[in-house]
């Protein structure tokens, strides 16, 4: 059962009495953390306590440290420490045992909070070994999906109405989304009306494929069965280094903050390594959407992994625009054969042979789309057509439909100002990837555990979030760091 549990206004009291008192002796001290003590500050972790009672038996002796756990795993990932190397850390800094909470959470009780948020069961397995495939796939080339025809499979189940309430990971969404991305809602760094970017990458686990023998034979590479510290791992395609990696495939959900120009993920997720992105997208969308209902995702960003006819068919119903990448090996197949000339990009072409002008809107009452003659709007420098074309002085007008083609005739049509404005937020995704790989230490933790990477990535997408928040705090002057903590100017 949970037990005593500091409210955020008692915390924020308690650090601001303790650290006042030493920034009149050693301000510098401080300032030396000053991001960090700022970041946890803000966190109010009273959002987190509804979440995380169910977890915890009813009777029993009460566990009384999990916000300052929770706080523990904020700052050693802000600082780039390993579990083992924090604790003795926070043993000797008396500024990092005030902003936890005060009191030092053990080891094993970091650990125990990992176990209880994440039910997955990753008791060392024995089995044959992990044989590191000799096939390269290519540069820019995914592995393809093992089962053909899946991912129309998953769509028509979620068009049914399938739920996935069942992964293990369940707990920890709901932690980011109601403890983390709420806050960052509420200060309106989120639109109620969302754009976002999904990308998958690769994270190396940093157990050993090789496994540890518990044979007595002499060759190393025998085929008797080894025990394996990290038995969900696996080995996928990096596609970008053109290398194996042993591991998982991380697939995340990130919009981009046009009020900071910062990128913020909604959705973090670990997934099998040779999973396809197309599978992931579909299904962490459908995630997405149950976490926050109040918002309405307007537009989906992806790059070509998410081109095929089932996910377009799942956005459509869902109203959110489709900005996905032409997927190179399969261009200009259109589904239905459309009644004007068009070219790959479904734009449609004028008698005159040149490519028609978006007219700047969708008409949703009619699911149309409506595109205006090049030579009227001064597009082009010439035309054949135009003197036997429209006697109109607004010039001749095409519309085309979405239904005749989903993937061809977007509602944001493919190569307009505004489709390439929209696929340019794609980035956020990717700089997503790379704030949580590199800057949070999770591509060099040399973390084993599908529970621990997993966890560690969403600590890293808190951090991501409480340095927007903060930024935007600073921004509209309502937290300063000094008179917060009385510090006078300091040389």
């Known amino acids: 059962m949970l037990g005593k549990w500091l409210l955020h206004k008692e915390y924020q009291k308690y650090v601001v009495s303790e650290l006042s008192e030493l920034a009149q002796l050693n301000p510098h001290a401080l300032l030396e953390y000053q991001n960090e003590i700022s970041k946890v500050f803000i966190l109010n972790l009273d959002l987190l306590k509804p979440v995380i009672a169910p977890l915890y038996s009813v009777t029993g002796r009460p566990s009384n440290l999990q916000p300052e756990i929770f706080r523990s795993f904020i700052l050693m990932a802000s600082l780039g420490f390993t579990l083992e190397k924090w604790i003795e850390k926070l043993k000797n800094n008396y500024i990092l045992r005030v902003i936890v909470g005060g009191t030092i959470p053990s080891l094993g009780s970091h650990y125990d909070f990992m176990n209880r948020l994440y039910k997955l069961d990753e008791k060392p397995l024995h089995k044959s070994k992990k044989r590191k495939p000799s096939k390269k796939i290519g ?10 025809g899946i991912v129309g499979r998953i769509v028509a189940g979620i068009l049914k109405g399938k739920k996935f309430n069942c992964n293990p990971e369940t707990v920890l969404h709901k932690i980011f989304a109601e403890t983390c991305v709420k806050s960052s809602i509420d200060l309106g760094l989120i639109a109620k009306k969302v754009s976002v970017s999904g990308d998958g990458t690769c994270i190396e686990t940093g157990a050993s494929h ?5 044979c007595e034979c002499r060759d190393f590479n025998c085929n008797c069965t080894r025990k394996f510290s990290d038995p969900n791992a696996s080995w996928g395609w990096d596609s970008h280094n053109e290398h194996w ?20 993920p909604l959705y973090l997720r670990l997934v099998d390594a040779k999973r396809h992105d197309s599978v992931s997208a579909v299904v962490s969308l459908a995630q997405a959407r149950g976490l926050y209902p109040n918002l309405t995702f307007e537009t989906f960003i992806s790059d070509s992994a998410s081109d095929n006819y089932p996910t377009y068919e799942l956005l459509n119903k869902w109203n959110i625009n489709a900005v996905i990448a032409l997927n190179s ?18 734009v ?14 969708y008409d949703k009452d009619r699911c149309r789309v409506k595109w ?17 074309c429209s006697k109109s002085s607004y010039g001749r007008t095409i519309y085309t439909h979405p239904t005749w083609d ?12 505004q489709w390439k404005n929209k696929m340019k937020e794609r980035t956020a995704a990717e ?42 705090l600073k921004s509209k002057n309502l937290f300063n760091f000094s008179s917060t903590f009385n510090i006078q100017a300091v040389s």
Not at 245 to 264: E, H, V
Not at 331 to 336: D, R
Not at 407 to 414: A, G, S, V
Not at 441 to 449: L, M, Q, T, Y
Request: glycine share 10%; proline share 5%.
């Open 372 to 388: 205006r003659c090049p030579w009227i709007l001064g597009k082009c420098s010439a035309c054949e057509a135009c003197q036997n």
């Open 329 to 346: 090996t399969n261009k200009g197949n259109f589904k239905n054969h459309p009644p004007i000339g068009v070219n790959e990009h479904g």
């Open 245 to 264: 990696f042993y591991g998982y495939t991380g697939y995340f959900i990130s919009t981009y903050c046009n009020k900071l120009k910062t990128d913020l």
């Open 348 to 361: 449609p072409i004028c008698p005159g042979g040149n490519l028609m002008i978006y007219a700047g809107f």
């Open 139 to 148: 540069k820019n080339k995914k592995l393809p999906n093992r089962r053909t």
């Open 406 to 417: 989903l993937r061809q005739f977007t509602t944001i049509p493919r190569g307009t100002e």
């Open 210 to 214: 090789f496994g540890v023998k518990t």
């Open 431 to 472: 700089r997503v990837n790379n704030r949580i790989l590199n800057d949070y230490g999770i591509e060099n933790s040399k973390a084993r555990g599908k529970k621990h990477i997993s966890f560690l990535t969403t600590i890293a997408g808190f951090n991501i979030h409480l340095d927007a928040q903060l930024k935007y």
